[in-house]
């Protein structure tokens, strides 16, 4: 069973009386429904529907708890903190408890552990005072294990600010209700959905002949397809506009991570529609 320390990871705690409805009117996701032991992912907007922040948000007993990437931890507590107004909570980055994940069997009794509902074999995120386990696996390992499942993450697959939930495949994962009604963003959201106007998409990459750097163009036939993210040895996630691969691959085009042919294709989980013949071959 690996478990990996996550440094790159850090808390924000929302608690309180309030809290539930505080986080219901603004968060992606819904807190209402979410399981005692179950990390959901969720994403707070910009109103005009792009992504500022993406996390995990479980329960605790008196609140929730957000896992987001440490270095933008205290302004997700700050933008949280403007929607506050007079509810009665308290928001705050907690700095004294580390995270880790742990998949393939059962997680250390130090720590607290979580569901990671994005995807089955993600397994458990823990949490614990720092030093109350040892890790036997390294963080490069949880996110070729992340890569290898087709699992984006903001600031590494797309750019906070840049990117629609949809792009990022919050829909596909767990991050979006779209029945609880209004949140910050929630209008332009829904529209996406109900139009099926999401023509870029994070997809799987399967570099062949060597893998490229994150942020290198795709392209096809001279024309840019989308981006490279993350990468872990001949795999990888690439942000890409789906409507142009398909026109690419249906006039017969390769498409190419700067010099290096890549496969795109739709991660296993998602439903996603592709245009017809878009997943591409590299071989």
């Given at each position: 069973?690996?478990?990996?320390?996550?440094?790159?990871?850090?808390?924000?705690?929302?608690?309180?009386?309030?809290?539930?409805?505080?986080?219901?009117?603004?968060?992606t996701?819904?807190?209402?429904?979410?399981?005692?032991?179950?990390?959901?992912?969720?994403g707070?907007?910009?109103?005009?529907?792009?992504?500022?922040?993406?996390?995990?948000?479980?329960?605790?007993?008196?609140?929730?708890?957000?896992?987001?990437?440490?270095?933008?931890?205290?302004?997700?507590?700050?933008?949280?903190?403007?929607?506050?107004?007079?509810?009665?909570?308290?928001?705050?980055?907690?700095p004294?408890?580390?995270?880790?994940?742990?998949?393939?069997?059962?997680?250390?009794?130090?720590?607290?552990?979580?569901?990671?509902?994005?995807?089955?074999?993600?397994?458990?995120r823990?949490?614990?005072?720092?030093?109350?386990f040892?890790?036997?696996?390294?963080?490069?390992?949880?996110?070729?294990?992340?890569?290898?499942?087709?699992i984006?993450?903001?600031?590494?697959?797309?750019?906070?600010?840049d990117?629609?939930p949809?792009?990022?495949?919050?829909?596909?994962?767990?991050?979006?209700?779209?029945?609880?009604?209004?949140?910050?963003?929630?209008?332009?959201?829904?529209?996406?959905?109900?139009?099926?106007?999401?023509?870029?998409?994070?997809l799987?990459?399967?570099?062949?002949?060597?893998?490229?750097?994150?942020?290198?163009?795709?392209?096809?036939?001279?024309?840019?397809?989308?981006?490279?993210?993350?990468?872990?040895?001949s795999?990888?996630?690439?942000?890409?506009?789906?409507?142009?691969?398909?026109?690419?691959?249906?006039?017969?085009?390769?498409?190419l991570?700067?010099?290096?042919?890549?496969?795109?294709e739709?991660?296993?989980?998602?439903?996603?529609?592709?245009?017809?013949?878009?997943?591409?071959?590299?071989?």
């Open positions: 069973m690996p478990v990996a320390l996550l440094p790159d990871r850090a808390l924000v705690t929302v608690t309180g009386p309030d809290a539930t409805a505080l986080l219901q009117g603004v968060l996701c819904n807190v209402e429904t979410l399981q005692p032991a179950a990390a959901r992912l969720g707070l907007l910009t109103p005009q529907g792009k992504i500022l922040f993406d996390f995990l948000v479980s329960r605790q007993p008196d609140g929730f708890r957000f896992d987001v990437q440490a270095d933008r931890a205290a302004d997700l507590a700050k933008r949280l903190t403007l929607y506050r107004l007079r509810a009665q909570a308290t928001i705050a980055a907690d004294t408890v580390a995270v880790a994940a742990a998949w393939g069997g059962a997680v250390p009794a130090a720590a607290e552990a979580v569901a990671d509902c994005r995807h089955v074999d993600l397994g458990a823990l949490y614990a005072a720092e030093g109350a040892s890790a036997d696996a390294a963080e490069a390992d949880y996110h070729a294990h992340r890569i290898a499942l087709g984006p993450e903001g600031g590494r697959d797309y750019a906070f600010g990117a629609f949809h792009e990022a495949l919050m829909d596909q994962l767990g991050g979006i209700d779209f029945k609880k009604g209004c949140y910050v963003g929630q209008e332009v959201v829904s529209r996406m959905q109900h139009r099926g106007t999401a023509r870029t998409r994070i799987a990459a399967t570099y062949p002949e060597g893998a490229p750097a994150p942020g290198t163009e795709i392209t096809a036939s001279g024309k840019v397809l989308g981006t490279t993210g993350s990468v872990a040895g795999h990888g996630l690439a942000l890409v506009r789906i409507d142009r691969l398909g026109d690419a691959l249906a006039a017969g085009g390769t498409p991570a700067g010099e290096y042919p890549v496969r795109l739709r991660p296993s989980y998602a439903n996603f529609t592709m245009p017809d013949g878009a997943t591409s071959t590299a071989e």
